[in-house]
């Protein structure tokens, strides 16, 4: 019941106009609110609401301003997670930079082991490795020291340190 009044109180507050509403007492003992006189027999009263009578405040709560904005921060985050995750799958299932045949060759020769070379490509530049750990491969050089290169979807993506066998 309480319902229905404040939904004649909005909709007249909303339109900012005065309206009538007609109050219907039914023979079963309940009370109808309608924008048409009474049917039949049932004794109707005439009711005029306007905005300034109506006593209803139709702004938004704090707590609905502050339920929408950490929904809008909610719905942004995932947006940027699901762009991030989208970037990263591309990524991880991008292939292998391309090198043309004397681009490679030439690396291969001189040992050089770059980001984007296949990983079949880089062991033929540096030998097998001293250890393979996940991605890493380590190599512990003869004269001393070490380098690392680490395979992601059968391409190399980082390199630290140089051939120094």
């Avoid at 048409?36 to 938004?60: A, R, Y």
């Avoid at 921060?73 to 997670?81: G, L, M």
């Avoid at 043309?100 to 291969?108: K, Q, Y």
């Avoid at 003869?142 to 051939?163: E, H, K, L």
Wanted: glycine share 8%; hydrophobic share 35%; charged share 20%.
């Amino acid at each position: 019941m309480r319902y229905l009044i404040a939904i004649v109180m909005a909709l007249a507050a909303n339109n900012a106009l005065a309206a009538t509403v007609f109050k219907c007492e039914l023979p079963n003992g309940q009370t109808q609110f309608s924008d048409q006189p009474c049917p039949g027999d049932v004794e109707s009263e005439q009711m005029e609401v306007t905005h300034e009578k109506s006593g209803v405040n139709l702004s938004p709560s704090t707590e609905h301003l502050e339920f929408q904005q950490r929904r809008d921060i909610d719905r942004e985050r995932q947006s940027i997670q699901l762009r991030r995750s989208s970037t990263a799958a591309q990524m991880a299932s991008a292939p292998c930079r391309t090198f043309n045949s004397s681009e490679l060759r030439t690396l291969i020769i001189r040992h050089n082991v770059v980001s984007g070379m296949k990983r079949a490509d880089a062991l033929r530049a540096w030998g097998s490795p001293t250890r393979i750990n996940g991605d890493q491969h380590a190599y512990h050089w003869a004269r001393g020291g070490s380098s690392y290169f680490y395979v992601r979807n059968g391409c190399v993506n980082t390199v630290q340190g140089q051939w120094g066998g």
